[in-house]
């Protein structure tokens, strides 16, 4: 196991922790979904963290899927500005109802 996947599985407990190299995770739940938004001061999570992340999610929980954004939200505190993109997932059973056609999703 990890040292990722070991903070990853303690994350319900803690809810945020903070990495060395100041990558911040948090942790939380509702309405059926799981997120955890990766953040960091004044430059947005790196690509290679978010997929690193998104393995130890894939270990620790199993999720049957994993959502990302697609954008980075930016959140001003004070003087600092965080940068944030977030993992989903369901915590409850779920069943697609609607998808949208392959054809107009690439229109």
Known sequence: ???LTQVVREL??????RLKGGLALRYSTGMGLAVIACSRVGVA???TEMKVVAAAVRDVFQPD??????FID???TGEYEHHVQ???WPTRSAQVVW???IQAALL
């Open 99 to 101: 998808q949208r056609p």
């Open 65 to 70: 899927v994993l959502f990302a954004e697609e």
């Open 1 to 3: 196991m990890t040292e």
């Open 45 to 47: 999570p790196s690509e």
């Open 86 to 88: 977030r993992l989903y």
């Open 74 to 76: 930016i959140v001003k």
């Open 12 to 17: 319900p407990q803690k809810k945020s922790i």
